[in-house]
Structures are given as C-alpha cells and as structure tokens.
C-alpha cells in the first residue's frame, strides 16, 4: 500500500513537476494548414469586438460603430505588427543565406506589439474621424479587450514553442521538445513531436505575460468603474500597466532579438512607452471626468432650424387693405358709437 502510493506520489510530481508543450502547433485539413497561431490571433480578435461593443453602447455609443471601426484598425494592426517585427528582427529576413520574402510569412509567427497599435490606432483614428467618433473615448471602451486579446495571442506563442525564457527548475518550467517533420527535418513550428523527452525546460514567459496581461485587465476595469476615467486615460492605464510587465518579462527571454548596448530592444520600447502613457495619465486628469459620448454627438450635429409656420408668414398687401377696411367699417358703423 505503501510503494503504490509513493509510486502515485512519484507520477504526480513528474506531471505537475514541469509543463508539458503541444506535440504540435499545425494541423492539415486536406492540403489546408489550421495554425493554432492563426486561430488564437483571430479569437483575441473577436473577444476584443465583442468586449469593446458592450462597453462602447454603455458610454453612450452605437451598436455596431466598434465593428466598423475594426474593419479599418485591425488591417492596420497586423501589417504595424509585421513591420515592427521585420524591422527589428531584420536579420531573420536580411542578409547571407536568407530570404527576404520570408518577412512576408505572417503564419509562421512574428508580430510586434508595439506596431500593431500604433498603426491599429491609425486605422482607428481615420475610421473615427470619417463617424464623427472620438478617438480617445473609443480607445478606453477598447482597451480592456485589447489587453485580453493580447493574453489570448500569447497562447499561439504556447502552440509554436516560442518566446520562452532560460532554463529553470521550478514547479511551472515548461519542457520544449524536439519537432521534425514528416521528412525527418527539424521544424519547431510546422514540425511534429514524436519524443516527449524534453531537450530543455525552460520559463515559460509567455505564460508570466498571459498571466499579466489578465491582470492588467482586471486594474483598468476596477480603475474605470472607481474613479469614471475618460478622455483616452483608461488606455493609458492600459498602456503603462502593460509596458511595466514588458519590460521585466523581456528582460527574461532568451530568444533572438536585436540588441541595444547589450540589452534587448523592447526593453527600451517598454520604458519609453510606459513613461509616455504615465505622463499623458497625469496630463489628462485635468479634462476631468469621463466625457458623455451622447453629449457629444448631440453637440456635434446641428441644431435644426424651427420650421416656419401660417402665423409667421407676413401677409400680402391685398389682404393688408382687406383688413384696413374692414376696422374703418367697424368704427363708421352704427354699433360702434359709444353714448357719451
């Protein structure tokens, strides 16, 4: 009795000892590849239009008006979040032995954060403009879902075996595994594992930003809800709240990155942005509380002109005469005489 259970004990701790990754991260349907990649960007999606609706018609916004708005921001996101990567990973595109029109495999993974909003906001800001939205009371609907969204895609890291730290001993250390293809070639992202025995354990930072990111989400919403924050200071939040895990998490991994003085890139994106989004933070309180988006659109549309009516037609000269005549029968007339 003893040994069978010191032999349970002994399986739980090797499967709660370390995290086991997918044996894969794509799946063939007939010639057709499904990426889990693919398909955890376009949940984040959905999650973040479905989210930012409901709390856009709760400040005063239209049904519908979120949606619109994607179909302009989110094109602009994935191509600002391919262009950050390429640009600052150039060297897995550019130079001896590779090929540039890999910059262009947007499946195979690789965007960057930072590009994503910025021309995502782009989009959104042409999109508003063209609806007489404004921006910054748009962006705080959003910016929970956006945040989860991330948390989401964070997961498609999880599928591709990527974007994890150096190796570790703790209880949540996740196992990679060798993946090969059906050719027998090595292929961490098309490959499929046929050995569980892993060649590292490793941190699973995805994980600690998943993990963050969720976080993040429950601060703004609790801050928002608390103090009624507007005019473009919910997506600051969201902004400074996001880069300060960034920035420690960044700091942990080990795959390939452009280097700065020794230090990653994104480091420094994260410190810049985040004291750019504290500063703005700060600047906004003075606007005070959350503006009334119905408010706003009823100041923006014109005032209609009330519409003229009978009484306020000037009478023709005809009937100017008409009445002129009449009042001097009336005096002339035998009743109209008034007994002195």
Same mark, same amino acid.
Not at 195 to 199: K, M, R, V
Not at 236 to 243: D, F, I, M, N, Q
């Given at each position: 009795m003893n040994e069978a259970t010191g032999t349970v004990g002994a399986v739980l701790n090797a499967? &709660? $000892?370390?995290?086991?990754?997918?044996?894969?991260g794509v799946w063939y349907l007939g010639p057709l590849p499904i990426r889990a990649y693919a398909l955890c960007i376009i949940a984040g999606i959905i999650v973040a239009i479905w989210w930012g609706e409901r709390r856009w018609v709760a400040r005063g916004g239209i049904k519908g008006e979120v949606t619109d708005i994607a179909v302009w921001a989110v094109p602009f996101g994935l191509v600002g979040g391919r262009l950050y990567h390429v640009i600052t990973d150039n060297q897995k595109y550019f130079?001896?032995?590779?090929?540039? &029109? $890999?910059?262009l495999e947007i499946w195979n993974g690789g965007l960057g954060i930072w590009g994503a909003i910025a021309l995502g906001a782009v989009g959104a800001w042409i999109a508003c403009r063209r609806k007489g939205i404004p921006l910054p009371a748009l962006a705080d609907a959003l910016a929970p879902g956006i945040v989860v969204a991330q948390a989401i895609g964070r997961l498609g890291n999880y599928f591709n075996q990527e974007l994890y730290g150096g190796d570790t001993t703790l209880p949540w250390g996740l196992e990679i595994y060798r993946r090969v293809t059906?050719?027998?070639?090595e292929d961490a992202l098309a490959g499929v594992a046929i050995?569980?025995?892993?060649?590292q354990v490793v941190h699973p930072t995805f994980l600690y930003e998943l993990l963050w990111n969720l976080g993040v989400a429950l601060l703004i919403v609790w801050a928002d809800r608390k103090f009624r924050l507007g005019h473009g200071r919910v997506f600051?939040?969201?902004?400074?709240?996001?880069?300060a895990g960034r920035f420690w998490i960044e700091?942990?991994?080990t795959d390939e990155a452009t280097l700065i003085f020794g230090t990653r890139v994104n480091v420094f994106v994260s410190a810049l942005v985040f004291i750019g989004a504290v500063a703005y933070f700060i600047i906004a309180r003075s606007r005070g509380e959350r503006e009334d988006v119905a408010a706003l659109r009823a100041t923006a549309e014109p005032e209609a002109e009330p519409e003229a009516g009978p009484a306020a037609e000037p009478a023709s000269d005809d009937v100017a005469e008409n009445q002129n005549d009449d009042v001097e029968e009336e005096k002339n007339s035998p009743e109209s005489v008034k007994p002195e």
């Open positions: 499967v &709660l $000892a370390t995290i086991p990754s997918p044996d894969q130079g001896p032995g590779k090929n540039p &029109l $890999a910059a059906p050719e027998g070639r050995d569980h025995t892993p060649i600051a939040l969201y902004v400074a709240g996001y880069t700091m942990m991994r």
